[in-house]
């Protein structure tokens, strides 16, 4: 059974703290991605990374980054958390067929808190 | 704005009934994918559809494209209380970044038992 799998599924940090969001998947997809949820919003594309050491910014990159060391696994770093990035964040893992996305898989969502 | 807008944004039926949402876009798509995500959960896969195809189904689930129209219907058949969750559509161009998978803000359908 294929798997993303999200380091926590509830978080609550306090502003100005530096926030880790794991994400593992075991389908050795090259390509994964960080999603946040707002009501009302839908999902909106915050990092993508297509190979290992490789990333490329989303439609809202700011106040995140992101490190892919191994295949399997995507960080998201929020440097100095802020009240405006509580929300949920999603990870995915995806393949490519002929320049197109295929289904995503997600994870379960990390639903983060920042006080 | 966002390129798949779904309709209705709320749809509330009772147990048995077909549930129908509908997906709009604005460009040409290489392919048009639904979601169903359970409250505060991750999204699953449903179907995937590609711009040469018109219909696709995958259990009570039937898929629909109309590039002409830009649309895309899915339905629920005999609809069950566990059917009830948000459904996006998610919009795959046929150029530009890939990194343009763009979601839709979803139609949270509520069947009632």
């Known amino acids: 059974d294929v798997k993303v799998t999200q380091s926590s599924r509830y978080l609550v940090k306090r502003t100005g703290e530096k926030v880790f969001l794991e994400c593992v998947q075991d389908?050795?997809?090259?390509?994964m991605f960080w999603y946040r949820q707002d009501p009302g919003l839908g999902l909106r594309l915050i990092y993508f990374s297509y190979d290992v050491k490789m990333k490329e910014k989303g439609d809202i990159p700011e106040g995140y980054s992101v490190s892919r060391e191994k295949k399997e696994r995507f960080s998201l770093i929020l440097e100095s958390a802020s009240t405006n990035q509580t929300s949920m964040y999603l990870c995915a893992s995806s393949t490519l067929s002929g320049g197109a996305w295929n289904e995503q898989f997600f994870g379960p969502g990390t639903r983060l808190t920042v006080l | 704005s966002q390129q798949g807008e779904e309709d209705p944004q709320a749809l509330s039926i009772q147990e048995g009934e077909n549930a129908t949402m509908n997906c709009s876009y604005k460009t040409s798509i290489n392919n048009l994918q639904w979601y169903r995500q359970n409250s505060g959960r991750g999204l699953v896969h449903l179907i995937l559809i590609r711009s040469n195809e018109r219909e696709k189904h995958s259990g009570r689930l039937r898929v629909t494209l109309d590039t002409s129209k830009k649309s895309s219907s899915l339905l629920i058949t005999a609809s069950r209380a566990a059917d009830t969750a948000s459904y996006f559509c998610a919009t795959v161009p046929f150029s530009g970044s890939a990194r343009q998978l763009t979601f839709g803000s979803g139609t949270q359908l509520t069947v009632l038992p």
């Open positions: 389908m050795d997809h090259e390509n």
